[in-house]
């Protein structure tokens, strides 16, 4: 008479055990176990009904809105990942500045529906809470030799950009007006060797015009020496210029119109 529910029993059971086994869940969390199983089977589909989640045949049983009809699966998270749930101010003493704001535990059920507010074990202190403010950790899900996994776990408390994330996102923007290129979150040093570049460019720029100018100078002067003997002719050679220019004639003889 009671087939199927012994049989649905048996399926819960069976998912709650392997699960505990597979990722090392103490016994004492056991009712935690099962009730997340039992809510995440209640949403998955099954051969018994058509293909239609018993969420879903619930709801049109009992004549509830279309919108709440179709099962809500966004908050499911990895199970018993690494929670950090936010510790009150209550619960900590001002003077510590430095202290932790925040706990780690397991993530072993949800209060409700719609990931609102999850349901975590504190291994340390051996409680059960009920947190709202939750950050999931997804990755560290192993055996305890996963290197990455131990990176993560530090890595979760880091809320800002890191440096490789800010080259990354680092964008140009350049004006329509203007020929300026404005660059955003750009590192010191990418923006010294972008100044190093420019100023280059500059330098060469203006030994181009420096060497422009100097042939234009130099091409200034060979115009004007041609054209000096047009401008100023040079006087006809006397005789006695002539004979005193002429150095290779040998040594000067008297003549007689300069002795007479």
């Not at 589909?45 to 699966?73: L, Q």
């Not at 908050?75 to 936010?86: E, P, Q």
């Not at 430095?98 to 529906?113: E, H």
């Not at 800010?166 to 300026?180: L, N």
Request: net charge neutral.
């Amino acid at each position: 008479m009671n087939g199927k529910l012994e049989r649905a029993g048996r399926i819960i059971i069976e998912r709650a055990r392997a699960t505990m086994i597979a990722l090392n869940i103490p016994e004492p969390v056991w009712p935690f176990v099962v009730d997340s199983t039992i809510k995440v089977l209640n949403l998955l589909p099954t051969d018994s009904n058509d293909g239609r989640s018993p969420h879903e045949v619930f709801c049109r049983g009992v004549n509830m809105p279309e919108e709440a009809t179709k099962p809500y699966i966004k908050h499911l998270r990895t199970y018993f990942c690494d929670a950090y749930y936010f510790i009150k101010p209550q619960n900590r003493k001002a003077s510590e500045k430095f202290s932790p704001r925040a706990r780690k535990a397991k993530l072993i059920g949800y209060g409700d529906l719609h990931g609102r507010i999850y349901t975590l074990w504190d291994p340390d202190l051996k409680k059960i809470i009920r947190a709202l403010a939750v950050r999931l950790n997804e990755d560290t899900i192993d055996d305890g030799d996963n290197k990455k996994a131990q990176e993560l776990e530090h890595a979760v408390a880091f809320n800002d950009a890191t440096v490789d994330e800010m080259e990354r996102s680092a964008t140009t923007t350049t004006t329509t007006t203007t020929t300026t290129t404005t660059t955003a979150w750009l590192p010191v040093r990418d923006y010294l060797r972008e100044r190093v570049k420019e100023d280059a460019e500059e330098l060469a720029k203006l030994k181009a015009n420096g060497k422009g100018k100097e042939k234009e100078t130099s091409g200034e002067e060979e115009q004007g020496q041609s054209a000096m003997p047009e401008i100023m002719p040079t006087p006809k050679a006397s005789p006695r210029m002539g004979q005193a220019n002429n150095i290779e004639q040998g040594p000067l003889e008297p003549s007689g119109a300069l002795w007479a």
